[in-house]
């Protein structure tokens, strides 16, 4: 899991370059208020997800026994791993009994600056349904159609991750130097709504 965490805050270090202004106080303040809304695949036939089996070319072949789906975009990083019991056999109750596990990152692209950017990381997978993670999240699967799974996920942030670079020799994060990190405390309502292509 640290190892999770870590790679996804480098990854939010490195992806927006595009450099933008300092806010003011009030604008942090919105910034730190507003609610998190968004819809993906929702207004195209479904999002393209990247498929690979943990550990294995062969589903069901390894330890882990795991399939997993992964979108990526400018601000939302979403994994769900499914046993293997799914292969060739994809329905809304398939699906549902054999979730294993969401792995999560939000980012705010348009707050990043040359210097710093942000990012709420999830520190503990979501392993069930329907019901409040142990980081208040929850997950729902809706409806599977067309090789598309239609569902969302919903809570609260309390804080999120300044990702900040810097030459100031302090500045490093286990063995990564010019990359330190800082906790600060926000507000925001959450809403993620999406449909996934997880035909294989």
């Known amino acids: 899991m640290k190892k999770f965490i870590l790679l996804s805050i480098l990854s939010s270090v490195t992806i927006f370059l595009a450099c933008s202004s300092e806010y003011t106080d009030d604008e942090q303040e919105n910034f730190n208020t507003n609610p998190v809304s968004l819809n993906i695949g929702l207004e195209e036939n479904c999002a393209e997800t990247e498929t690979y089996c943990a550990m294995s070319d062969m589903c069901g072949e390894e330890f882990l026994n795991l399939i997993d789906f992964q979108y990526y975009d400018s601000e939302l990083e979403f994994t769900m791993y499914f046993n293997s019991e799914i292969e060739n056999n994809f329905s809304l109750e398939t699906l549902r009994n054999n979730f294993e596990y969401l792995n999560f990152v939000i980012r705010f692209p348009e707050q990043k600056t040359d210097s710093t950017s942000y990012a709420y990381v999830h520190k503990l997978p979501i392993r069930e349904l329907n019901t409040p993670s142990e980081e208040g999240f929850t997950l729902s699967f809706d409806n599977y159609e067309d090789g598309a799974i239609t569902g969302s996920l919903i809570g609260n942030i309390s804080e999120m991750t300044k990702v900040i670079q810097s030459d100031d020799p302090a500045c490093r994060m ?27």
């Open 174 to 200: 286990d063995d990564i130097m010019g990359v330190c990190t800082e906790e600060i405390s926000v507000e925001k309502e959450v809403s993620i709504d999406f449909k996934f292509c997880l035909d294989r």
